[in-house]
């Protein structure tokens, strides 16, 4: 949620993130936990008198840029937002060799992303006379005699990040309740962080509820265990029956012959064959 603070003549008092959380913080009933400033914007005039261009050209932004980055070195060139200038121009200046141009009177608003760096720095920055004469010389080099008229910074917008139980709670709070900007004015005047003639105001068109979802415990996975596999019983070799020896066939017994047949065989050719075996009857 927004809260813009206009400052008074004195311009930005001490800036004391801490104690601006602590001040949101008791004007939402939250828990000082759940409050933090997660933006702090400062915003500036810058006039200057004498530009012979009727716009903000990009040769002027380039050299506005490279002051405000030779001033404050911790900045980046992203931090530095021009916006459209109110431009009057009524004033006649001489340049030199009799020409007479028309000069042209800027009031420039820039808004300076302090969110990173000390927002206390860079407003009293912005007020010296170092920052002036940075402006000057920078558009000297790009051709033009100005007069810086106003450096100072006009005001600061802070950006909280507030938590809650419920919806409701911001709501009752912040969004429909009608006096938050007094409270928060009245809070941080009575705690010494703004001026009695700054102003602070709280839009609360700007407020953005952001419902977050709740967190879901993972669920732890089960560790899956090593499957074990049985250890294997070692199968035992069947015991192996006794071979019986081979059985030897007996070697036939020779027979006996005491006679052959004769079957009216010569007598000589049964003798070849058979010897003196004599004839069975």
């Known amino acids: 949620m927004p809260v813009e603070l206009t400052f008074g003549g004195s311009g930005l008092v001490e800036y004391n993130e801490t104690m601006w959380a602590a001040a949101m913080s008791t004007v939402t009933g939250s828990s000082s936990d759940d409050v933090e400033v ?33 001033e404050f070195p911790s900045l980046n060139a992203s931090n ?71 450096t100072k910074a006009t005001g600061m917008e802070l950006l909280f990040s507030v938590k809650a139980e419920t919806t409701s709670d911001i709501e009752d709070s912040v969004v429909n309740n009608q006096h938050f900007s007094a409270e928060i004015s009245a809070e941080a005047l009575s705690t010494n962080l703004v001026e009695a003639d700054a102003v602070v105001e709280a839009d609360s068109d700007r407020v953005i509820i952001v419902t977050l979802a709740p967190t879901v415990e993972p669920t732890p996975t089960p560790t899956d265990a ?10 035992e070799s069947p015991t192996p029956m006794p071979t019986s020896p081979p059985t030897e066939s007996p070697t036939p017994t020779p ?21 003196d075996m004599p004839c069975c009857a």
């Open 255 to 275: 027979t006996e012959v005491d006679c052959v047949p004769c079957d009216g065989a010569g007598n000589s050719a049964r003798k070849l064959l058979f010897g």
């Open 226 to 235: 090593p499957t074990e596999f049985p250890t294997p019983v070692p199968t």
């Open 80 to 150: 530095i937002v021009f916006g459209d200038p109110v431009v009057s121009g009524t004033r006649r200046r001489r340049l030199g060799w009799g020409r007479r141009l028309a000069g042209n009177n800027f009031e420039i608003p820039v808004e300076i992303d302090a969110s990173t760096v000390s927002p206390s720095d860079i407003a009293s920055g912005l007020a010296s006379d170092s920052f002036s004469e940075s402006v000057a010389s920078e558009l000297a080099n790009a051709g033009e005699d100005v007069i810086i008229q106003e």
């Open 38 to 70: 997660s933006g702090v914007k400062l915003f500036q005039t810058l006039t200057i008198n004498g530009l012979s261009e009727g716009t903000l050209t990009a040769e002027y932004k380039a050299s506005l840029i490279a002051a405000y980055l030779l």
